[in-house]
């Protein structure tokens, strides 16, 4: 099983800041990685798919980048309604797996 | 609108069977894999179950292998999971979720259904 290590657990940031956060395979998942974002209480929501494509209706202001094993979504400039919990996503290998998340918190 | 509502959760004993199922709309249901995918409480995601459109493949994690079973009816664009051999480990929310076509993301979920083992 291909495990996914996020970095770091939460982050405190302004809004208005960029939020860089950081994801990694313990093996090559090519571009076989998707970003989900989760707020209290809701299922996740699919942000970014094969590593860098936002997902429908996915603000610009959200980008992915990297492949093989390590990732990095980005939040160039932090809104109110993005502090929540976000996951990485391996689809390369079967079990496909999650990251432990990062919580982004307002500072 | 791609709609998809689970039902069928709740209380269970350990050793017990529960069914769940989700109701699909808003979308050509036969054309897509499904999912299924839980989140234990204050944890993380698990993806537990995969189905083709047909029903004819299916994927499973381990620590589900032989006691869960997905399936679908397309005729009722109806998604299923049964459990059986409950443990206390398998207590979560379940979503019902959609595979995007031709990848192995979800872009669409349920509200959830929560499971919980307990004596």
């Known amino acids: 099983e291909i495990v996914m290590t996020q970095s770091p657990a939460s982050l405190s940031v302004p809004p208005g800041e960029r939020a860089t956060l950081s994801c990694r395979a313990s093996?090559?998942?090519?571009?076989?990685l998707g970003w989900y974002q989760q707020k209290p209480g809701q299922a996740p929501r699919l942000l970014i798919y094969?590593?860098?494509t936002r997902a429908t209706g996915i603000p610009a202001r959200f980008s992915g980048s990297g492949s093989g094993t390590d990732f990095t979504l980005t939040i160039s400039s932090l809104q109110s309604e993005d502090f929540a919990v976000y996951y990485c996503?391996?689809?390369?290998?079967?079990?496909?797996?999650f990251g432990q998340g990062t919580k982004v918190e307002i500072k | 609108e791609v709609q998809l509502v689970e039902s069928g959760g709740g209380l269970v004993q350990p050793g017990g069977s529960l069914r769940l199922s989700c109701a699909a709309s808003g979308f050509p249901f036969s054309n897509y894999w499904m999912s299924w995918v839980r989140q234990a409480p204050g944890k993380g995601l698990e993806w537990v179950a995969n189905i083709q459109q047909d029903g004819s493949e299916n994927y499973y994690v381990d620590s589900v292998k032989g006691r869960f079973t997905i399936s679908r009816d397309n005729a009722k664009n109806s998604l299923y999971l049964q459990m059986n051999s409950l443990r206390a480990e398998d207590t979560a929310v379940y979503y019902c979720?959609?595979?995007?076509?031709?990848?192995?993301?979800?872009?669409?979920w349920g509200q959830g259904t929560l499971v919980t083992v307990s004596s």
């Open positions: 996503q391996q689809y390369n290998t079967w079990p496909w797996t």
């Open positions: 979720a959609r595979r995007a076509s031709g990848r192995g993301i979800i872009d669409y």
């Open positions: 093996q090559s998942v090519s571009s076989n």
């Open positions: 094969g590593a860098s």
